[in-house]
């Protein structure tokens, strides 16, 4: 860093933003300053409720008016302040002078314009360009945001287009005016890791060829690792630590960075010995699933959500499925848990098919598999105590009140919760703690099974490890076998014993955890694993020495 | 496209079919037997089962449905009871009125709900948008007739500027003819703009608050272009849907605003029927409206992919 | 709304939420569309209680004598006995000489009571048949398709034919205004089933082996309550509307019955020399039905948010 103090193009300047009253803090950003100079990519990292998207909306103005507002500092924009700047100069410099991508490229555009008319609605609101330069520029634009075939982009709604072509339209018509400012909240959060990995690829090549500053939005280390030349951590409202990328990443110094850092799971595989003698307790054997087909009039053509699905989980052990949105991994769950019913094929509880089983004979047989899902906030009924939700198990099959009560107790004290609080309602709990409640409600009813659907995919990386780390206690001290859905290739290498990839529907490696890391056979698991934010960089390894 | 206007076609016999079921359940649920009614008081036993016969009323039920709906098919809707007529011909001739007032209530419906509902969701939570509201609730409130007989007394009893009651025909001059059916028009839309306004407001409010008006704001588009390119034309399925549910309460009021202003349109004639207990027409009369409804609801379903590229068929 | 305002704004309504429980009552005194709309209906309901005792006479009394007098008319009327009293046709007389101030005062009971019952009985059988059509696929077609059968005719003219096919009362009128309401509640309930029965909270009840009732019961059920409280009071306003629309009609309610659209009905003769028969009662009229609905838009802002898209 020898270069010449230049002046920077964004300079926040010990902000703070006031919180609505009746909040549990007064402010939701609170004296911070962050610089980012030319050709400079800055990660704001944090994770829920630290306060990062509201800095970044604040800079662009489009906070929600009563609700936030501004009360102290300044951010200035190649020198001006654009607290103080009208509404009108606002306009201007939105669009032309700073732009945004956000993070959801399903919602961000405009479903009922081309993009193509999207992104000349810039040109039209920025400029006086004549129709065919305006056109010759979106087409020159899509070319550089190496979208296939530009016209035919420019000439497609956006909802012909993939997730990862939205997000590079969103990318097209942000830099389609050469902005000095790009803000990227979170771009891809929302995408699959492959999508992911060719978006930043293109926002570090498109942002050097484009001399773009860029505020970077995101919670994932992975992210940072790739993307960011400095970096400023945020905590509830303040900057914890702010400097290069390599600094805070190889040698954090605040606390709650190392805690972050600590917290973000390693890619190794944890190389547990396997008991090669237990008993297998879920096997399925060619188990499908398919949607549609048939309808009379459209031709709808029948998609195969699942194919040939066969695999098997032994006492004591985690099986780890492994894939992509839309890949089937959680159909193969749900068909397990009987939730949908399969196809065809076999599901073999022990020796029981369940499969096929009828709606009265799955209940004797309902209690042995139980399922934790994604989603903390919409996994327990809002208007019952989570204790009736504990208990609702097992005195389905005739255990007393009282007993059931007990029982709860104790599992609450097993999921590290206070045991008295079975009279509160779920409204009062964390997402981590109401995952909690969901894996005691689980375990209540004494599964052989148990499936994680994502269990700790909404949860912030802190918390995460939490979960993951009372999910694997409880597995060795019931010595449960359990099935693990996930997305993320860090989780999996933690908490599993084997896995399977799967890919459209179909399994397409499966073998022990520690193999299948170290020397993935199949092309698509290869390029999954090549795809993974930060993978050259070991944040456990990291942390022990720094 | 062309498959999905089939498919909606063929969709719509259905419901078309448990309407007639409906309503020849009802016509075979009435007290007393048609051939007597229409035997008049002094009919012969004789000529009572003659005129059963023709009309099939000694046959099984499913026999008689099924001749019933023929004959709907064919156009023919039976004899009224009570004007002893042709209830077809009743009907075309009592088109006209109907339709006109439903026209004219219409285009001021548009014209007047739309642009209040876009104006009360972008001044959301201002004085602009409780007036608009408080209009909405009220209109929803005050019953046509009621409404009707005020317009009446201020706009022609107190200051002329209008005829009291009545209808003349197209043929008769576009201004005579537009100016009878002004205030009857103002009465049947307050409920309709009421309703209209209110569904605007809502969807457009709902649209506001979609991440690509904030993308469209992160442009530099001013407020004005953000309603007008983004918001409501995103907002337009919804408003447009329930327009063809609204034809369910203009209907209704059709009904009640012929009969405040004397115009002899099929409403009246469904009053006139009722007390009368003239079923053929009454029957004739509920087979039309809900025609005409489930028919414009198609073609509002049509429109959908007109006004959302998402929605192909 | 952003990743970070919407978490900043649920942190604030999660704080709200927790004392969730007491403040719905607070949240309902606060808000002043339930407030006014609540104090007008209660009042209405205290008129057609108290209908005897706020100095009216008999509703159905004919007087030839008296008939078509403008409203504060005063009449000498001599007791039995010989005493004299005054009494003053506070909103005059119809063209039988009857007592419009008495029958509109009376004809708050007939209009409030088909309202609540057209509300409660539309309410009570949608739920049902919407529950079990959300939950048994087979049954779910064939009530649908009746139930579009049914929207596909427009609701007053369904309610004008039903009245025609009994002898007119107060049980043909309610049943004829109850039916075309029937399939928009079942579709509301309907909709509410298909949606909870996708929540993981239940999808859990399933894998812990709840039965189906219970499940019913238990998670789906107190979900329509909100819904249904809102979707009744719209019901009840719009009763209480076509109730006097079939009156006025002439179809409804035999004349001799006092109610609002009957004495509307009667004034329709002399509207032009004497509007006060329609007045009145068109005043009370509409200032119940807007109080109902100013009720069940304050209800719908308080109890079920997500219902403000909906009507």
């Known amino acids: ?109 405009n479903p009922t314009m081309t993009c193509g008319d999207q992104i000349e609605e810039v040109l039209t609101t920025h400029t006086d360009l004549d129709q065919a330069t305006r056109q010759t520029k979106i087409l020159d634009i899509l070319e550089q945001v190496q979208l296939p075939d530009p016209p035919r982009m420019a000439a497609s709604y956006p909802h012909q287009l993939s997730g990862g072509q939205r997000q590079r339209i969103m990318i097209a018509m942000a830099l389609v005016l050469e902005p000095v400012l790009l803000i990227a909240d979170e771009p891809t959060t929302a995408l699959d890791v492959t999508t992911q990995e060719q978006i930043l690829k293109l926002m570090k090549e498109i942002q050097k060829t484009h001399d773009t500053a860029v505020l ?110 839309g890949s089937g991994k959680s159909t193969v769950a ?91 309602f779920p409204h009062q709990f964390s997402g981590g703690q109401r995952q909690r409640i969901c894996i005691a409600r689980a375990l209540a009813m004494e599964p052989d099974l148990l499936i994680a659907d994502e269990a700790v995919s909404a949860l912030d990386v802190s918390v995460q490890a939490q979960v993951l780390e009372l999910l694997d206690d409880i597995r060795r001290r019931l010595d449960l076998a359990m099935l693990f859905i996930t997305h993320d290739l860090r989780v999996a290498a933690q908490v599993c014993d084997t896995v399977a990839v799967m890919h459209r529907g179909q399994v397409v490696e499966y073998g022990d955890a520690a193999s299948v890391f170290s020397d993935p056979q199949h092309d698509y698991t290869r390029a999954l694993f090549a795809a993974a934010p930060g993978r050259g960089f070991d944040f456990g390894g990291a942390l022990a020495s720094g | 496209m062309f498959g999905f206007i089939i498919q909606r076609l063929l969709a719509t016999i259905p419901v078309l079919g448990m309407v007639a079921v409906f309503v020849f359940l009802m016509l075979r649920l009435t007290p007393g037997d048609p051939a007597a009614v229409l035997a008049g008081d002094n009919g012969t036993p004789e000529q009572i089962e003659q005129i059963r016969q023709s009309l099939g009323l000694n046959e099984p039920l499913l026999v008689q449905l099924g001749i019933w709906v023929g004959n709907l098919l064919q156009g023919d809707f039976g004899q009224s009871y009570f004007f002893k007529k042709d209830v077809a011909e009743l009907i075309l001739l009592r088109v006209e009125p109907t339709l006109a007032l439903a026209i004219t209530t219409l285009i001021l419906t548009i014209a007047v709900a739309v642009p209040i509902g876009v104006i009360a ?145 099929l409403g009246r004639l469904t009053v006139d029927a009722v007390l009368g207990r003239d079923y053929p027409t009454i029957q004739a009369v509920i087979i039309v409206f809900s025609f005409v409804y489930v028919v414009i609801n198609l073609l509002v379903d049509l429109t959908y992919s007109l006004l959302d590229p998402r929605i192909r068929y | 709304m952003t990743e970070g305002t ?39 309901v205290l008129i057609a209680i108290c209908a005897p005792l706020l100095g009216t006479m008999d509703p159905s009394d004919i007087d030839p004598a008296w008939r078509n007098k403008k409203p504060g008319t005063e009449r000498t009327l001599t007791a039995d006995d010989g005493t004299q009293s005054t009494w003053v046709y506070l909103m005059g007389t119809d063209t039988l000489g009857r007592d419009t101030y008495s029958r509109v005062i009376y004809g708050a009971q007939v209009s409030l009571a088909v309202g609540l019952i057209v509300a409660v009985l539309s309410l009570a059988i949608g739920l049902v048949v919407g529950m079990v059509s959300g939950y048994i696929r087979w049954l779910d077609g064939i009530v649908m398709r009746v139930m579009d059968g049914l929207m596909a005719i427009p609701g007053i003219l369904l309610a004008i034919a039903l009245v025609s096919l009994a002898d007119a009362g107060l049980v043909t009128v309610i049943l004829a205004i109850t039916i075309p309401e029937i399939p928009r509640v079942v579709r509301l309930v309907r909709s509410i089933v298909l949606s909870i029965r996708e929540e993981p909270y239940v999808e859990a009840a399933i894998s812990v082996g709840t039965r189906l009732h219970l499940i019913l019961i238990r998670h789906v059920l107190p979900n329509t309550i909100a819904p249904l409280i809102v979707q009744g009071t719209y019901i009840c306003a719009s009763a209480i509307l076509v109730e006097a629309i079939l009156s006025f009609l002439g179809v409804g309610i035999p004349p001799e019955t006092p109610t609002w659209g009957n004495i509307m009905a009667e004034g329709r003769i002399l509207f032009r020399v004497f509007p006060h028969n329609i007045l009145f009662p068109g005043i009370f009229l509409a200032i119940t039905v807007l109080a109902v609905n100013m009720l069940g838009d304050g209800l719908r802002d308080t109890l079920d948010p997500r219902m403000r898209k909906r009507l």
């Open chain 1, 216 to 325: 970077f939005i995101t919670h994932d280390f992975g992210v940072v690792a790739e993307i960011a030349d400095r970096v400023a951590v945020m905590q509830w409202g303040k900057v914890v630590e702010e400097g290069s990328s390599e600094a805070v990443l190889k040698r954090p110094q605040a606390p709650y960075t190392r805690m972050l850092i600590g917290a973000v799971p390693s890619f190794t595989p944890h190389g547990r010995p396997r008991e090669a003698k237990a008993p297998v307790v879920l096997a399925t054997d060619g188990l499908c699933k398919t949607y549609g087909g048939g309808g009379f009039f459209q031709r709808a053509r029948p998609v195969h959500a699942a194919q040939d699905v066969s695999l098997e989980v032994r006492r004591g052990e985690t099986l780890g499925i492994v894939g992509e949105s």
């Open chain 3, 6 to 44: 919407e978490n900043l704004v649920d942190a604030a309504a999660s704080a709200d939420a927790s004392s969730r429980r007491a403040t719905v009552w607070e949240q309902l005194v606060r808000n002043t569309s339930v407030m006014v709309g609540g104090a007008i209906m209660a009042l209405m």
């Open chain 2, 121 to 265: 969701a972008y001044k959301h939570g201002t004085w602009i948008d409780r007036a608009v509201m408080a209009f909405s609730v009220a209109g929803f409130s005050v019953p046509v007739f009621v409404l009707g007989y005020i317009l009446i007394y201020v706009f022609a009893m107190e200051v002329k500027l209008f005829p009291v009651q009545g209808y003349k025909e197209i043929s008769d001059g576009f201004w005579p003819f537009l100016h009878r059916l002004i205030l009857p028009s103002i009465t049947l839309s307050v409920i309709y703009i009421a309703l209209i306004a209110r569904i605007t407001r809502a969807s457009v409010l709902e649209i506001l608050g979609e991440d690509y008006i904030r993308t469209a704001y992160a442009k530099g588009l001013t407020p004005s272009t953000v309603l007008r390119k983004h918001a409501l034309r995103n907002a337009a399925v919804p408003i447009v849907t329930v327009i063809g549910i609204g034809i369910a309460l203009l209907i209704g009021g059709v009904v009640v605003t012929e009969s405040v202003y004397n115009i002899p349109g």
């Open chain 1, 1 to 109: 860093m020898t270069d010449a103090p230049t002046q920077p193009i964004l300079e926040i300047d010990n902000l703070t933003i006031d919180l609505p009253e009746g909040n549990d803090r007064r402010h939701a950003v609170d004296g911070v300053s962050i610089s980012v100079g030319p050709r400079e990519i800055v990660c704001l990292v944090g994770e829920s409720g630290s306060g990062k998207s509201v800095t970044a909306f604040s800079i662009m103005g489009l906070l929600p008016k009563g609700q936030l507002t501004p009360s102290g500092g300044a951010i200035r924009l190649m020198g001006e302040n654009v607290l103080e700047a009208s509404e009108e100069r606002l306009r201007e410099l939105r669009g032309a002078r700073m732009s945004m991508i956000f993070q959801e490229p399903m919602t961000a555009l």
């Open chain 1, 334 to 424: 749900r068909c397990i848990a009987r939730l949908i019913d399969p196809t065809s094929g076999h599901i073999y509880l022990d020796s029981d098919d369940i499969a096929q089983a009828s709606q009265s004979r799955l209940r004797s047989l309902r209690r042995r598999v139980q399922i934790v899902f994604q989603d903390p906030y919409r996994s327990l009924n809002p208007r019952r105590t989570v204790g009736a939700s504990i208990v609702e198990g097992p005195m389905n099959y005739g255990m007393s009140g009282a007993a059931a009560y007990e029982r709860a107790r104790e599992l609450m004290s097993l999921v590290r919760l206070d045991p008295t609080a079975l009279d509160r």
